[in-house]
């Protein structure tokens, strides 16, 4: 049967039929999927009947929608940045690299799925499965990276100053190529025998094996965790803690200023350097907010695995799956709203897509604090 062809609702009525009574029949979430995909199914998922159709209707068309707008909108942004020259700057790469990971995780991952639901089963085999997963794992890590790093250049920005080494074009590139294969190699590492990529419990996407009962597989998991959630975590908590703090102590000593000078305010060119720091920093704070609110009931199920598997459900991994591919969607419609420089590029090329004008200034706020830090000399 082709993967698009008729989808089979017999093993849900199966069970219900046993749930209402009657007898016959006692199938399970791993007894409805195909015969080449059973050696990767733990045995934890036959303790649960087959999800109800709607689930599966819900999640499929749930993914398709995001898929569309994170491709088309990860799309665009990449467009803008990339043909617009004010905003070709070593700072804004690294957003165009977030925007690019973000692309490419909805577009491999998004069809597969919407395809898998209409079928209620994984269809694509065991090869596939272990590639969907690692791709998505692979996308996964190098867009927490990105926020990592544009959370420590908004830190070198605004914490350090005229004493902080600008960031250049080449060391963007350096940071972006290093992350890249930082993030390859812990994804890679299922395929030679460290944990490996299974179905997950909902049965119509792949990810790590966070099942197995031996701690040589755990290990996987706990140091892929650390080294791709909690370090990212802290090192964003301490970029954006010192952040605040210097950005308050200008704050007040500009209001001093101002009180001795006996004016209403004070603000110089460097104060509005700050300024747009500043907002540019509550974007990117707002981007990793939503990354980690994305993430992290993913990070739980798969803690819950390996520390208590009997608690984890079908229905649960469906919500994991859909939150945290649903990252995707949000640093395009971010960005969209809080970067005035990619707002005016926006109004001059999709005109239609913009509710309201944006005054066209000459240099934006953002641009010209990113300019200004680029031309501060080295320390």
Not at 63 to 72: A, E, F, Q, T
Not at 276 to 288: G, H, Q, S
Request: contains cysteine; aromatic residues 14%.
């Amino acid at each position: 049967m082709s993967v698009l062809g008729e989808p089979s609702f017999a093993a849900w009525a199966s069970q219900a039929g046993v749930m209402a009574g009657r007898q016959g029949g006692n199938l399970s979430v791993g007894d409805i999927v195909r015969p080449e995909m059973l050696h990767m199914v733990d045995e934890h998922w036959f303790q649960y009947p087959p999800l109800n159709p709607l689930w599966h209707s819900m999640l499929g068309f749930a993914i398709g929608v995001l898929g569309c707008i994170s491709v088309s909108g990860n799309g665009m942004v990449i467009y803008i940045f990339s043909t617009t020259k004010s905003l070709r700057s070593p700072s804004n790469l690294l957003v165009v690299n977030l925007a690019f990971s973000d692309f490419l995780m909805m577009f491999t991952m998004a069809p597969p799925m919407v395809i898998n639901c209409y079928n209620e089963t994984w269809v694509f085999g065991p090869l596939f499965c272990e590639i969907y997963a690692l791709l998505g794992s692979l996308f996964g890590c190098t867009s927490i990276w990105t926020m990592t790093l544009i959370a420590l250049d908004r830190y070198n920005v605004i914490v350090k100053g005229l004493s902080a080494k600008p960031l250049t074009s080449k060391g963007a590139l350096l940071r972006i190529f290093l992350v890249w294969v930082f993030s390859a190699g812990w994804t890679i590492a299922p395929l030679f025998g460290w944990n490996r990529y299974v179905p997950e419990g909902n049965m119509t996407v792949c990810g790590t094996d966070y099942l197995s009962k031996g701690w040589f597989s755990r290990s996987y998991i706990l140091f892929y965790s650390w080294f791709v959630y909690f370090l990212p975590l802290f090192a964003i908590i301490y970029s954006y803690w010192f952040i605040v703090q210097a950005v308050a102590a200008h704050e007040a000593n500009m209001r001093e200023q101002a009180k001795k000078m006996n004016v209403a305010s004070l603000r110089s060119s460097e104060a509005a350097q700050t300024s747009a720091e500043c907002k540019l920093a509550k974007v990117a704070l707002m981007t990793i907010s939503l990354w980690f609110m994305a993430w992290t009931p993913y990070l739980v199920i798969n803690y819950a695995g390996i520390f208590d598997g009997s608690k984890i459900s079908p229905i649960a991994t469906i919500w994991s799956s859909l939150f945290a591919k649903a990252n995707a969607v949000y640093n395009p419609i971010v960005y969209g709203i809080s970067h005035p420089k990619y707002r005016q590029a926006l109004q001059k090329k999709f005109p239609s897509l913009v509710c309201a004008a944006e005054p066209d200034d000459t240099v934006s706020q953002t641009t010209a604090a990113t300019a200004a830090s680029e031309e501060k000399p080295a320390a």
